[in-house]
């Protein structure tokens, strides 16, 4: 059985490699391509109307960054979410993005507090209708308005990395947690906060909110492995 279905999507751009590595990277992060799912180049090229080298190349840069692996046999699969892993990225975020608070701490307008505001409250009319992709671009943007004031360049560039393994995992428990909600009260919390000129207290609701999101799906592993017992 064919693994992908016809979508017409073609690459026309002079960088093959770099556009083939966009579209593999959103099929892994969106669960087009799922945990342990083999990566057939063939397969790739065929959908993509391109040779096998750009696909090998993108599909490297992909292995180095975690989200496919090369096995003895040379498949190669993509990888899967290991709780251990998520544990990492969770303190690896909220430490970031807490060193890009203290650095544009006083670039922060009410402009920008208004639409944190605007942003976080369409995220939760999302998460209402059951619209968790958009509800997760949401929270993405939410915190990435603060992320965007900082000049540090290479912080930046490690976040952005990050937030893809991050944007995969909350994507496939977004729809599974049950009180996805709350990291709406949260956000509010770490805006009130910041109204205050309250660093601290900025600081530390950021570290809550990333810790709260991942004892969520950490109480959701918890229940799922009960059920399945």
């Known amino acids: ?126 998460i209402k209708e059951g619209n968790y992709l958009t509800a997760l671009k949401k929270d993405t943007e939410f915190h990435a308005i603060p992320i965007s004031l900082s000049f540090n360049a290479e912080l930046k560039k490690i976040l952005t990395n990050l937030k893809h393994k991050l944007k995969r995992i909350e994507l496939y428990y977004y729809d599974k947690i049950e009180d996805a909600h709350i990291s709406f009260v949260e956000h509010e919390q770490i805006i009130d906060a910041l109204k205050q000129n309250n660093l601290n207290l900025t600081l530390e609701y950021i570290e809550q909110n990333w810790k709260k999101g991942l004892e969520r799906i950490q109480n959701h592993l918890i229940k799922n492995e009960n059920v399945n017992r």
């Open 1 to 126: 059985m064919n693994t992908f279905e016809s979508t017409g999507q073609k690459i026309r751009r002079k960088f093959m490699r770099d556009e083939v590595y966009d579209i593999l990277l959103d099929w892994i992060v969106t669960g087009k391509l799922i945990a342990d799912q083999q990566i057939r180049d063939k397969e790739i090229s065929e959908q993509l109307g391109v040779s096998r080298t750009p696909i090998r190349e993108a599909l490297l840069r992909l292995e180095n960054e975690g989200f496919v692996q090369t096995k003895a046999n040379s498949s190669t699969f993509v990888t899967p979410i290991k709780y251990q892993e998520i544990k990492h990225y969770y303190s690896i975020a909220y430490t970031l993005e807490k060193l890009v608070i203290e650095e544009i701490y006083t670039k922060i307008t009410d402009q920008h507090l208004e639409k944190m505001m605007n942003v976080n409250q369409e995220m939760y009319l999302s």
